[in-house]
């Protein structure tokens, strides 16, 4: 079915903080629109808007016709203990939902309720439509091709990371909506994953609103991007792909900036002209009254006169700014300046794996030999599920080793971002496990360094897993900043960071001069970051490329 989904004069925010309003927006058949912003700016409370779980403070979403399905599908972040794999494939396909609403239709034609055929007829419709009929045999073909070997009857929270990735992967695939709500669909997901989701978004014929900080993905999908300026309060679209509008926004911040400074201008000269002839006709009041005592009574008119003139050309003058079109002074975006701070060099090898070996049921890492030296930076690929996690785990020691050994040089200072940011999931608030993380800073300083990433006084009283994802890898990443660290191992660390934070992570990556390992499915971070080794692991073996 082909659908449309409207939006008009939208307006949503978190207590007395405005996020968005008069937002207007039509996404047709065909359409892939991107949604950017930086973290908090709001892009998920508009997804769910779009889907029809949260209202509006303002506004109106309408969908044409009113009977399409609407898929929203948020980056999972927990996996439910009771559902299994084909469960989870059934509830995120919208016919766990279908098959509820077609089982009570059935029911009530079966009692005879008034107007049940009719409700029998719209449920059976909606049922097919999402793929309830076939669902089994798909899930079973597309699990397959995706290499997740694993039985639809297993539960979801018995799958390693991988596994669940490419479920929810699955999930995507199998999906038959109406209208798609991606939301972060790229975390997680290692390169192959993200061409299959490429290709999938690309071939929809149906109308796609995706948020996603993958600058490649963005790049290779969307076809309109629509930017929440969170600190210009203003809502911008954008025809063409991600790459024109990273040009049409330098060009239309560029031409704010110049309207502005020649409106500041002109208003400056403007004042500066009226001060000065109300200064000339101050002066001349002062020359009449002085002078008012002589017998010149031409010259003493020509004096008043003049005056009078000076004070009209001074009231025109303040008229003519008056009545000039204010142009606002474009606001200035909260910009990360990142730094990583530096431990003192460790000794030439930094990290030592010899003959390796980590066994986690039935996966196996190794055995591996490898060497890391001071300042080396080492990036490290593979595919979910491969042992890129584990390995880091084996060089660092936080692992015990079936066999061989494992050893860090001296002098060997650790900073790290971690797939799941584990430091910050507790329920201790968020100043007092980063005061503790950090080695006893001072509460003053904390909420200083915290208030740089963007995490202010609503963040750091606040219980750190309560924080969003995304707030808790800026937290990891001020931790860096606070400690110094001379091997930085960094996990996925874009997923989750807004696009101005990664470039940021970037800048700050290029000057950093202690020992780097870094992995990341980010094809534009793999190619920013200089990197003089690359590794890949491929079914728990390691290779140099």
Known sequence: MSATIVAKDLAAGHGDRALFSGLDLVVAPGDVVGLVGVNGAGKSTLMRILAGLLPPEHGAVRLSPPSATVGYLPQERERRADETVAAFLARRTGVAGAQRALDAATEGLVEGRPGADDDYAAALERWLALGGADLEDRAA?????????????????????????????????????????????????????????????????????????????????????????????????????????????????????????????????????????????????????????????????????????????????????ERMEVVEEPRKEWELRMEIAVAPRAGAVVATLREAVVRRGAFTLGPVDLQVGWAERVAITGANGSGKSTLLAALLGRLPLDGGQASLGPGVVVGEVDQARGLFLGEEPLLEAFASAAGGMVPADVRTLLAKFGLRAAHVLRPAGTLSPGERTRAALALLQARGVNLLVLDEPTNHLDLPAIEQLESALASYPGTLLLVTHDRRMLEAVHTARRLHVEDGKVTEL
């Open 141 to 321: 073909e597309v699990v397959a091709d995706l290499g997740l070997e694993v039985s639809l009857d297993r539960p979801m929270t018995a799958l390693s990371g991988g596994q669940a990735a490419r479920a929810g992967m699955a999930s995507l695939l199998l999906s038959r909506y109406d209208v798609f709500l991606l939301d972060e669909p790229t975390n997680d997901l290692d390169l192959d994953g993200l061409e299959r989701l490429e290709r999938f978004v690309s071939g929809l014929r149906a109308g796609t609103v995706l948020v996603s900080h993958d600058r490649e993905f963005l790049a290779r999908t969307a076809n309109r991007i629509v930017e929440l300026d969170l600190a210009q309060q203003r809502i911008r679209a954008y025809g063409g792909g991600y790459e024109s509008y990273l040009a049409e926004r330098e060009v239309a911040r560029r031409h704010a900036r110049e309207e502005y400074e020649e409106y500041a201008d002109t208003v400056a000269d403007l004042k500066a002209r009226a001060l000065k002839q109300r200064n000339w006709m101050e002066k001349g009041v002062k020359n009449a009254r002085r002078k008012a005592t002589d017998g010149d009574k031409i010259g003493r008119n020509f004096r008043v006169e003049a005056t009078e003139k000076q004070a009209a050309k001074a009231r025109q003058t303040e008229k003519l700014i």
